[in-house]
């Protein structure tokens, strides 16, 4: 039996003006595809809803930002995203789709703490985020409800733009974060 979860997204109109905005690509990185050391649901069919968003983002003239989760190796070897590994690397398609967008390391599911993310948004001059990436339930959803993200006039999560360890799982984690912002599919936020 298959469990479908539903949840309720906002209402509020989108604007459509995209001048001060950025898309988030968070931990879209190699360990969570086929052959990595830890893969997703679905990480291929999130890979190319996610090079949508980016081309969306282009025209737009919105800017992108890449984030990349870097195990610090004063903590020991973890299970993935140990530095220097192979499946540490942002995913090729990514960078290729994004080639000049800043990246940003971080070493916690917020990808807020501890790194460069308010200064480069706040030179990008970025007052509202679309957030999008993997896994879901952790580096997504820790990032756009992070205390750091309150200083945002608006912060959505693009739904269909993320995954994590099951589709239910998915679910649940946009189910409960739909109470704190919104939770958008790409063609609402474009």
Do not use: W
């Not at 220097?84 to 990808?111: N, Q």
């Amino acid at each position: 039996m298959q469990a479908s979860i539903h949840f309720i997204q906002a209402t509020e109109t989108h604007t459509m003006s995209h001048s001060h905005q950025a898309l988030l690509l968070i931990d879209i990185q190699m360990d969570y595809f086929a052959g990595g050391m830890f893969p997703l649901h679905d990480p291929e069919g999130t890979l190319s809803r996610i090079e949508q968003a980016i081309q969306k983002a282009h025209a737009a003239g919105m800017p992108i930002v890449h984030i990349q989760h870097v195990v610090d190796p004063a903590r020991g070897p973890a299970p993935f995203f140990n530095a220097d590994s192979e499946g540490v690397a942002i995913h090729p398609r990514i960078l290729a789709a994004a080639p000049d967008a800043p990246i940003v390391i971080k070493r916690h599911a917020d990808a807020f703490v501890g790194t460069t993310l308010e200064a480069t948004l706040s030179q990008l001059g970025v007052s509202e985020l679309f957030v999008a990436g993997m896994m879901t339930h952790n580096c997504v959803t820790h990032t756009a409800i992070s205390r750091s993200a309150d200083r945002y006039a608006k912060v959505s999560i693009l739904g269909d733009c993320c995954c994590t360890v099951s589709e239910m799982l998915h679910q649940i984690a946009l189910s409960a974060v739909a109470t704190r912002l919104q939770v958008l599919s790409m063609a609402e936020a474009f």
